[in-house]
């Protein structure tokens, strides 16, 4: 990754030089850039083909053998698997985030038999003090409370990752403030994200808290808030984001 003041990202994406001022931001190469855009658009079709649940659970090699196998996603070419690598083994504190290392394999591998599916949310939820923490949190608080994000494994959180430095123009430190890097991510190993039924996607900004609902989640003493404001992670504020502790 190189660090600069701007980049021009091509005609894919034509944006002034003065609208990429982003002083020591790290931002991608051309040739990363154009890695970065086969790369997120082929994540996008794995998704469609295994679903959106599914998608949440997969394997890195199950990724990989989808890929090889079926046309309509295409195989992982070699630039996009040395990036997915980078991207999982790099030290990501250059891009300002300083969280804990949650995943050591990125070919982290998430039994069924772990894990428990949410009806009516498309999401999965770790058994144990996790989806106790979230019936707890149903139970005292109302059905209003939806489970909004639950586990990710690596290719899920791969590609959040990777479609938010597509969506900040190759700002890999831009995008690291909203998402963590995916060897990063407590989705992983236990958190959850939830929301109010009907908000939208007000839920994953920090209007979530202003509702009577994260009112009544701080009155909690069996779950933590994970990324407060101003935390040592270098995390935005995550009102939503529930710590399993």
């Known amino acids: 990754m190189k660090r600069r003041d701007f ?86 504190s250059k891009y300002g985030f300083y969280g804990s290392k949650t995943c050591y394999d990125i070919d982290n591998y998430v039994s069924k038999k772990d894990i428990v599916k949410i009806p009516h949310t498309g999401h999965f939820i770790f058994k144990g003090k996790s989806q106790s923490d979230y019936e707890r949190l149903t139970k005292d608080i109302g059905d209003t409370i939806i489970l909004t994000s639950g586990v990710r494994n690596v290719i899920k959180q791969m590609s959040l990752y990777v479609n938010k430095i597509y969506r900040t123009h190759g700002n890999i430190t831009q995008a690291s403030y909203s998402i963590a890097p995916p060897a990063y991510s407590y989705h992983t190993i236990s958190d959850f994200d939830v929301g109010v039924k009907g908000f939208g996607y007000l839920n994953f900004t920090a209007k979530f808290a202003t509702t009577q609902e994260f009112k009544e989640m701080t009155r909690l003493d069996y779950i933590g808030m994970r990324y407060h404001k101003n935390n040592k992670d270098g995390v935005r504020y995550e009102p939503w984001h529930v710590e399993v502790v």
């Open 7 to 92: 980049l021009l990202l091509g005609a894919s994406t034509p944006i002034l030089a003065n609208e990429l001022l982003f002083g020591n931001d790290v931002i991608l190469s051309k040739d990363e850039w154009k890695t970065l855009v086969s790369l997120n658009k082929r994540l996008k079709r794995l998704k469609r083909y295994v679903g959106y649940a599914n998608f949440n659970v997969i394997s890195y090699n199950n990724a990989l053998f989808y890929g090889r196998n079926y046309s309509s996603i295409g195989a992982f070419r070699k630039d996009e698997l040395d990036m997915m690598h980078r991207l999982f083994d790099e030290n990501p």
